[in-house]
């Protein structure tokens, strides 16, 4: 079975800075997705960032982009120059072939004006 | 836009009761799944489904069960309702063989009492 961790509880920024968050997975498949997703306190869980394992190239979105390391089993979310918008839960997804999705126990991000 | 529809967004139930919580997605999507959330847990599997009157079991099926009659509707059933299933329950869909995001409802926060 897969498991995915987020070591960080919480992690908090000041706005227009840089913050990363990490995920590490465990896993004996070779081809898998990841995702990042974003739910704020509305609930809403929204998409930030995918990643096919099978590419070398780091996704980015905009402001986000991942640092993905498949030796290492990681992939850590960086949100470069913060907005108060951004505070949210942050969880990280690992998906398999069938479409089955493992997530990890979920980042707290909190913005400081 | 795909939307996922969960039929309430707050519950309160006794102890013992039959506790039906639905989920609509209008998207024709192949595959539906019913995760719970609880902090510091992150999201876990309860159920899934790939088709129509299919069902298997996620990582925490225990004093559930579900119901796929039609393709767009995913029933999570609480048979005899227990304090210890007081959460958040997340339903989401996803097209079939594929590895794109989910798409989620915004939740039902069930009260146990």
């Known amino acids: 079975a897969q498991t995915v961790t987020q070591s960080q509880p919480e992690m908090s920024v000041q706005e227009a800075e840089t913050v990363t968050l990490s995920c590490t997975y465990d896993t004996s498949e070779s081809d898998y997705y990841l995702f990042w997703y974003k739910q704020p306190p509305s609930r809403q869980m929204i998409l930030v960032i995918r990643q096919e394992a099978y590419k070398q190239q780091n996704a980015t979105e905009n402001r986000f982009s991942v640092n993905f390391q498949k030796a290492a089993k990681s992939f850590s979310l960086k949100i470069s120059d913060s907005q108060l918008g951004d505070a949210a839960m942050y969880f990280c997804a690992y998906t398999t072939n069938a479409g089955k999705s493992t997530f990890g126990d979920g980042t707290t991000l909190t913005v400081k004006p | 836009d795909v939307k996922v529809t969960q039929s309430s967004r707050y519950l309160v139930k006794r102890t013992g009761e039959k506790v039906f919580l639905e989920c609509v997605q209008d998207m024709d999507h192949e595959n539906m799944f019913w995760y719970r959330q609880d902090p510091g847990l992150g999201l876990r599997l309860i159920y899934f489904s790939y088709d129509v009157k299919m069902k298997e079991k996620g990582d925490i099926p225990e004093g559930y069960s579900v119901s796929r009659e039609k393709k767009e509707r995913f029933s999570l059933i609480l048979e005899s309702a227990s304090t210890n299933q007081t959460s958040m329950y997340l339903c989401?869909?996803?097209?079939?063989?594929?590895?794109?995001?989910?798409?989620f409802g915004s939740g039902t926060q069930l009260s146990v009492l």
């Open positions: 989401a869909s996803s097209p079939g063989q594929s590895r794109e995001k989910l798409f």
